[in-house]
């Protein structure tokens, strides 16, 4: 069982600045490292607060540099808002500047607001992220790459640095669309999947789905595809700290909905308002739905997750809204002196017996 952080760099406000939403996004990769987790995940958005991350391989690029063992992936790269050529040409040179520790995650985005200001029109977005997909392993496996597409026209090329991993860093795909998630197991990629903010049901859900893509693609979810799970999850005997992690989670969430359903609202055109939904869960219901309590409580709950959905790789938030940097970095080493430690090993257990 891995696990990673997933930072997605949020400001909640003019309160935190973005030079130390940035410095925060380092630290915690560096703490995570030390305290043993397998990867450190980064978003890209764009224009507004919602996440200070344009780039996850500019990220991975500085944060090659000041760690030396953990994996480092983008969570995701929008790939309609690239140019094929500059693509693979940063990859290749972030994966040799990571020594081979570049894990590629890829999606076609869904932020409007973004595309518009990329001059991408979003309904085109599946379509080029499709012939993404067609180049990116030839790109990054051949010496001569073309490409001649609806989207995306590339004449004979060659990327100058190559990818240090062989044939080439790790392909994670992220989608709500079943046909996309399809290919990738087709094709032999990892999945990356979530919950959002869900419970016990919606986890069983999601096994559900993926078990019948991984069926409809002539595969078995267990054995033949990697996939990893994007959890929100917290360990505190403090119940005021439960509630600020869980705070900035409903934040997360209502900015995202905000914008993915044209209903963002800003008095100066770049801080989001946090305005309340009518669907926003409440404490009580998140810490049902979530693993969120005491180290016990969040082992347990955990574990349950586990045995219903079988990933191969959990990744956890961390970075979210204004949270206290100092009492995260505490919850990173609480991770990784006690949470993984008897995770995995419950975990071998259970496979032990299903052997």
């Known amino acids: 069982m891995e696990f990673g952080v997933f930072i997605l760099a949020q400001q909640r406000g003019y309160h935190q600045s973005s030079q130390q939403v940035i410095q925060n996004s380092i630290e915690q990769t560096v703490v995570a490292e030390q305290a043993g987790f397998n990867t450190a995940w980064y978003a890209e958005h764009h224009f507004n607060n919602y996440s200070l991350s344009p780039s996850p391989l500019m990220m991975i690029a500085h944060m090659a540099a000041k760690t030396q063992r953990i994996r480092l992936g983008s969570a995701v790269c929008i790939l309609p808002l690239y140019h094929p050529a500059r693509f693979l040409a940063e990859v290749g040179f972030v994966d040799t500047v990571s020594n081979g520790r570049l894990e590629l995650g890829i999606g076609s ?3 409007e607001f973004e595309f518009e200001r990329f001059g991408v029109k979003i309904e085109d977005s599946g379509a080029i992220y499709n012939e993404f997909l ?16 609806k989207f995306l026209k590339l004449p004979p090329s060659s990327i100058a640095v190559r990818p240090v991993q062989d044939p080439m860093p790790p392909l994670w795909i992220t989608s709500g669309n079943p046909v996309t998630l399809g290919r990738g197991v087709r094709e032999g990629h990892n999945l990356f999947v979530t919950a959002l903010l869900n419970g016990t049901d919606a986890i069983v859900s999601l096994r559900e789905r993926l078990d019948k893509v991984a069926a409809d693609n002539n595969a078995d979810l267990d054995e033949d595809v990697k996939f990893g799970f994007l959890r929100c999850a917290f360990a505190s005997d403090k119940q005021s700290e439960i509630d600020a992690y869980l705070d900035n989670a409903r934040f997360q969430r209502r900015i995202s909905e905000s914008l993915k359903f044209r209903r963002a609202q800003s008095d100066d055109g770049y801080m989001v308002k946090e305005v309340p939904s009518p669907t926003d869960p409440s404490f009580e219901q998140l810490r049902k739905n979530l693993p969120v309590g005491s180290v016990n409580q969040v082992i347990d709950k955990m574990l349950e997750e586990i045995s219903i959905l079988r990933p191969k790789h959990i990744a956890l938030q961390t970075q979210l809204g204004d949270f206290d940097q100092k009492t995260m970095l505490r919850q990173i080493e609480l991770w990784g002196e006690k949470i993984i430690p008897a995770i995995r090993k419950e975990v071998e257990s259970m496979n032990a017996v299903a052997a």
């Open 109 to 111: 985005g869904y932020q």
């Open 134 to 149: 067609d180049i990116i392993p030839k790109g990054l496996t051949q010496k001569i790459v073309e490409y001649d597409g």
